[in-house]
């Protein structure tokens, strides 16, 4: 048997506005969430929710989309998996910030689908590191996901009947080739059911083996208008009625397949072999090359320093826990990702990178507030004023 599991990512950064929400929810995560609903095809589909998502989902009058997810979860169609509330890049901030994105993420994502149950974690942008996956093992998760193409380049092959393993957590590898070959090209589901099955019988033969497809779940129907029933409806379609190729959860393929320790190297689903040479693994987020990116961390640290010392003065008694919980949560936010990707060479959008930044100086004004200490307001705007130096300089000298 050949078995595939899908996993879909869906997100949108705390920043996005309001109309953009509405737009994908009609094009993409209503019909999306139908589709995975459907008992008619019985999908099994690993799926992943932001937070960030789901509260503005609930904000602008969304609820059935995550009823339909929920009540998918419910019937066995769909697993969730969980991530950091707010799409932060995980190898890139502390473990106590990482634990409490976590946190967040789940408690909130269980308030409005009781079946949100996840056992395994897609870190945003599937950024991967080794102490990331032992921290999370830690925690107690069966499975995290990250590419393929960073372990192909370092060990020269892609495993298919057997799942890394670091630890006690299993590192799932997403095919980068067949992922990006739906995700950048235009086919019908039937047509590419068949494509993959002969594939992956050309690859392994008669042996048991598997792929992992992963994207944007806004492939479907957003960044490909119809695409949710010109391919993923269709796909799984064939799926449900095919006696060679099975599909099934990630949690459910770690099961089927032997685990071995094996050395995944850190990078991202974004990364090229490029990348991989020039030792930069997270280049659309912390490039070595890219000095926006520096000047963005020294901000966004300076402010996580502030919200520290503020957290200890509440142990000490001496601020309110209302005026924390509101710089908390502010900081939380301010932690995504994509303020660092519209900054890179590909994506360069300096009202983006201002946007993230603004964020940030929300954080040190309540916590300048927080702790009567106006010189974090100053330090911040000097910092900031950085950030707006390297984005004109890029933005007019290329």
């Known amino acids: 048997m ?14 996005q506005i309001g109309w953009v929400i509405d737009q994908i929810a009609k094009e993409c995560y209503l019909p999306l969430s139908t589709i ?14 932001n937070f960030s998502l789901t509260e503005q989902l609930i904000k602008h009058g969304w609820k059935e989309i995550l009823d339909n997810f929920n009540e998918a979860a419910g019937k066995g169609f769909i697993e ?18 990482i634990k409490r994105q976590l946190r967040l993420n789940e408690a909130g994502n269980m308030t409005y689908m009781p079946n949100f149950k996840p056992q395994g974690v897609f870190p945003p942008e599937m950024c991967y590191s080794t102490p990331l996956a032992m921290l999370l093992a830690k925690m107690g998760y069966k499975w995290v ?22 630890g006690n957590i299993r590192v ?19 047509e590419f059911f068949y494509k993959l099955l002969s594939d992956m019988e ?13 994207m ?30 099975q599909l099934v959860t990630i949690s459910e393929l770690v099961e089927k397949f032997e685990a071995r320790d094996v050395f995944v190297p ?18 659309l987020w912390q490039s070595k090359f890219n000095p926006i990116h520096a000047k963005q961390w020294e901000l966004l640290f300076f402010a996580l320093e502030a919200v520290k010392e503020a957290e200890d003065k509440l142990r000490q008694k001496q601020i309110l826990k209302e005026e924390f919980e509101k710089l908390r949560l502010l900081m939380d936010k301010a932690l995504y990702s994509c303020q660092f990707w519209w900054a890179s060479a590909w994506n360069f959008d300096p009202s983006q990178i201002y946007r993230g930044a603004f964020l940030i100086l929300d954080v040190l004004q309540v916590a300048a507030e927080v702790l009567g200490k106006s010189e974090y307001i100053y330090r911040g705007r000097e910092l900031f004023l950085n950030i707006i130096m390297e984005t004109e300089k890029r933005r007019f000298c290329g």
Do not use: M
């Open 2 to 15: 050949k078995y595939v599991a899908i996993l879909l990512h869906i997100y949108q950064p705390p920043t």
């Open 36 to 49: 995975l609903n459907d008992p008619s095809i019985s999908p099994k589909v690993t799926l992943n929710i």
């Open 80 to 97: 969730f998996t969980s991530s950091g509330a707010y799409h932060p890049i995980f190898p890139l901030i502390p473990e106590e910030e």
């Open 145 to 166: 996901i990250t590419d393929d193409l960073p372990f192909s380049y370092y060990h020269g092959f892609v495993p298919y009947n057997f799942i890394p393993k670091v």
């Open 172 to 190: 799932v590898l997403r095919s980068n080739l067949h992922s990006n070959d739906i995700s950048f090209n235009s086919y019908k589901g039937n």
């Open 202 to 214: 050309k690859w392994f033969g008669e042996e048991e083996g598997y792929i992992v497809i992963a």
């Open 216 to 245: 944007d779940g806004e492939t479907f129907g957003h960044h490909h208008k119809y695409y949710h029933e010109k391919f993923l409806r269709a796909f799984l379609c064939e799926a449900a009625n095919s006696d060679k190729l």
């Open 266 to 283: 850190p990078s991202t689903w974004s990364a090229t072999a490029t990348d991989l040479a020039n030792d930069d693994p997270y280049p």
